[in-house]
């Protein structure tokens, strides 16, 4: 009977062994990161660190094959979890030892690994896969991934990593990379941070990249081609490094002229901005006739239609601000995208005050103008536009036109602190409109909340416009009343290149 009880006793620890672990506390991540806008994109349970990329394209095929290799933290305990992935696996391993996944959705790779991962522990994700990119669509037809003559551009916002490598694809989660490609003589790569080498073999190169301060997925870029490169250092010491292709046709001279000066403008934007955050800095301009433009980190994508009516420096500061609002202080989420396109926007004021072509309050005024009260443009909240209205051009204008005005309530002194101390304050991190309007009631010790519910959050036209300094509501109200009788503001000089750069982000997604 003894040994019959030993023996029934060792069965129930077997079994107990045997019991899944989602019903002994482990539990799925999450399929998202609950984004108010996009709520299937990023996963729950992990936190990444870096991301090693390591590919092989073949141009005249489209053909790409990948390891990606991933480092991440768990937040729970997890017996299973996803990436964002949308090209075909092939296999899994979790520190070391076989998964099994399945795919789902437009880019859920779920993964089960072989042991259950507890909370707070190391993982080692390998990723293997093959695929061709370009024949790849989601989200009802669309694809980041776009071939050219010579290769192929991947760059999109809000999503473009699930194209070339797998991800916690969501801003909130950012992590250094590594990315090495291989690719047939005489083809080029292009990507983020800084070409760390170079090595030839048997008719093959591999470029390799590493962009060592924490980077969203969506800001991650690749170009594929044959490339112009120059190279040089701002006069405060940043490394600079630009990429044309080789066949921009008419485009070419005007490409050149605007983002040859990016040395110049990053040195000009860290006077208002602070020290530039990362290690390198620059732009590529592929054979794509695309008239968009991305700040993909430390290497702005640019499209050759940028151009196609002459240099345009005003795009290049725009997407050269971003490297401070949107990219070293990213957004915590979508809805948040005011944080990222008004300051661009404004550092365009800005960069016209500069170039004597307008100031700030002139292209704040005339913006207020030229929208009647019923305009469509007044019912867009920058600050909650929704995912249908996230890249509006009201975001752009309006968002710009509400930072003036916060201008004028503080005072340029104070303005110009919060301008330099906010991305010095939050670099490498996340952040929230309410955050930045703690930390502007902060330095500016007055209360700001119905300044910015006004301008941002209010889906109606103000009644005031951005009151100048010195200057009153009445006053204000007059001028309004005078420009509703015929007399509007002076165009500004600069203000049909503010609006062409304005237009860069019409077409990420």
Do not use: C
């Not at 009880?5 to 045997?18: G, H, K, M, R, T």
């Not at 991800?167 to 070409?195: E, I, R, W, Y």
């Not at 795009?315 to 396109?341: C, K």
């Not at 015929?486 to 203000?495: C, F, L, N, R």
Request: no cysteine; aromatic share 12%.
């Amino acid at each position: 009977m003894r040994k019959r009880l030993i023996v029934s006793a060792a069965s129930a620890l077997s079994l107990l062994l045997a019991v899944p672990a989602s019903a002994s506390g482990f539990q799925p991540g999450a399929d998202g990161v609950g984004d108010p806008y996009y709520p299937t994109l990023g996963n729950g349970g992990y936190d990444v660190s870096h991301y090693d990329i390591r590919l092989k394209y073949q141009p005249a095929t489209d053909e790409l094959e990948g390891t990606a290799t991933i480092l991440a933290t768990t937040t729970q305990d997890l017996s299973r979890f996803n990436l964002d992935f949308a090209l075909k696996v092939s296999e899994v391993l979790v520190n070391g030892r076989p998964a099994t996944f399945a795919t789902s959705g437009d880019q859920e790779l779920e993964i089960t690994p072989a042991r259950p991962l507890t909370k707070g522990s190391q993982a080692t994700v390998v990723v293997r896969y093959k695929d061709v990119p370009s024949t790849v669509e989601k989200y009802g037809g669309y694809s980041a991934w776009r071939r050219t003559p010579d290769g192929a551009v991947v760059a999109g916002e809000p999503v473009s990593a699930g194209w070339w490598f797998p991800s916690n694809d969501h801003p909130s989660d950012k992590a250094t990379f590594d990315v090495s490609v291989l690719v047939p003589n005489g083809t080029q790569v292009v990507s983020n941070g800084v070409l760390t080498g170079t090595s030839s073999q048997a008719g093959w190169t591999r470029f390799s990249w590493r962009e060592n301060k924490p980077q969203a997925t969506y800001l991650a870029a690749l170009a594929i081609g044959k490339f112009d490169v120059t190279r040089d250092v701002t006069a405060k010491g940043v490394p600079v490094y630009n990429a044309y292709s080789k066949d921009l046709g008419d485009n070419a001279a005007a490409a050149r002229a605007s983002v040859e000066r990016t040395g110049e403008l990053v040195d000009w934007l860290s006077g208002y901005f602070g020290e530039y955050p990362f290690s390198s800095v620059g732009g590529f301009v592929p054979n794509l006739q695309a008239g968009g433009a991305l700040e993909t980190q430390t290497r702005v994508f640019y499209g050759q239609g940028m151009f196609a009516r002459g240099s345009n420096t005003a795009v290049v500061v725009h997407e050269l601000a971003h490297q401070w609002y949107g990219d070293s202080v990213s957004l915590s989420r979508w809805s948040d995208i005011w944080l990222n396109e008004g300051f661009a926007q404004y550092a365009q004021f800005l960069w016209s005050e500069h170039e004597n072509e307008g100031t700030a309050q002139e292209l704040a005024d005339y913006i207020y103008a030229s929208h009647p009260a019923d305009d469509p443009f007044w019912t867009v909240k920058p600050g909650d536009p929704g995912d249908e209205n996230q890249f509006d051009i009201a975001v752009y204008h309006r968002g710009a036109v509400a930072i003036q005005a916060l201008r004028n309530t503080v005072g340029d002194d104070t303005f110009f602190r919060i301008l330099k101390g906010w991305p010095t304050e939050r670099r490498y991190g996340n952040a929230t409109i309410p955050e930045f309007q703690a930390y502007a009631e902060r330095i500016s010790g007055r209360s700001l909340g119905d300044l910015l519910n006004t301008w941002l959050f209010t889906p109606a036209k103000p009644p005031v416009g951005p009151v100048p300094n010195g200057g009153t509501a009445p006053a204000a109200a007059a001028a309004a009343a005078d420009r509703s009788a015929g007399q509007p503001p002076a165009e500004p000089k600069s203000w049909k290149k503010i609006q062409d750069a304005a237009s860069v982000h019409a077409n990420r997604k």
